[in-house]
């Protein structure tokens, strides 16, 4: 079975309104972000976003690409982590109408150790189960609570999105996958999860050069693999050059700033 497709645009061309999609979000750090700007080009609306941090960048899409992106597209959003793009407005040219798509969006933030274990869940084929973390907390709000040993638990269900979008560093052309450092971050769970799983790779090679012991996804989750050009956009060299250059603006390094120092202040007052 030929999983090679010849594009980004051909990888995601048969997703439909309604969609949800799972997709890796830490920063710079492995993300799929050729296949997020193939859908968002595409147009495809109503759709759920499932991703474990889901923010507001200042940096333009020439440097990294974010789910955010997808906000005008998105009915709802499953998140570990949400951050409102309102608390950045001071600092950037946040368009207004991004802080008011992101008010009537549906969401579920469930934090990331509940997100992984969802994601886990579905991976394995597993049913509902009880967790212990967010009783208490507006996590609980809305689901079934059960007490067991005198501890209180939530109920929680798997996560199975319709595709999983993942970023992997190899591919051989059976679909086998490897990753770099702190780039594998959500990836392997999300190609398990995912009922179809497209993958963004800098590098494919032929059946048997990759040793078995490098191999973390195995070719079986995989259904598609679009290949990155060398040193383009989303690869690692592409994005530290772009970083860099961004950073020595010093507008940009205002706006960076400025956001950690809000931040850090938000964090004291509470």
């Not at 499932?50 to 440097?63: A, K, L, R, S």
């Not at 209180?152 to 560093?169: K, M, W």
């Not at 494919?204 to 679009?226: K, M, W």
Request: net charge negative; with cysteine.
């Amino acid at each position: 079975m030929n999983k090679i497709i010849p594009s980004f645009e051909e990888a995601v061309a048969d997703i439909p309104d309604g969609a949800s999609i799972a997709l890796n979000n830490w920063g710079l750090a492995g993300g799929p972000q050729n296949l997020i700007l193939a859908l968002r080009e595409q147009g495809t609306k109503d759709l759920t976003i499932i991703t474990q941090n889901f923010m507001y960048t200042p940096f333009p899409e020439e440097v990294v690409v974010m789910p955010f992106m997808l906000l005008p597209q998105m009915k709802k959003l499953i998140a570990g982590f949400f951050a409102a793009a309102s608390r950045y407005a001071y600092t950037t040219n946040l368009p207004a109408e991004f802080v008011e798509m992101e008010k009537v969006l549906e969401k579920e933030v469930i934090g990331h150790g509940n997100f992984v274990a969802r994601l886990q869940a579905g991976a394995r084929g597993m049913g509902p189960f009880y967790s212990p973390v967010g009783i208490g907390t507006v996590v609980e709000e809305g689901r079934e609570k059960r007490t067991f040993d005198g501890k209180e638990y939530i109920l929680l269900t798997p996560l199975q999105p319709d595709f999983a979008f993942v970023r992997a560093d190899k591919a051989d052309k059976y679909g086998n996958l490897t990753y770099n450092g702190t780039c594998r971050c959500l990836n392997p769970v999300l190609a398990m999860a995912g009922k179809t799983t497209i993958v963004e790779v800098d590098e494919l090679v032929e059946p048997g050069q990759l040793h078995p012991d490098e191999i973390v996804t195995p070719a079986a989750f995989v259904d598609r693999i679009v290949v990155n050009e060398p040193g383009a956009r989303g690869s690692y060299e592409y994005t530290m050059k772009k970083l860099h250059e961004m950073l020595s603006i010093p507008e940009v390094r205002g706006a960076v700033i400025g956001q950690a120092k809000q931040m850090v202040k938000e964090e004291g007052d509470n």
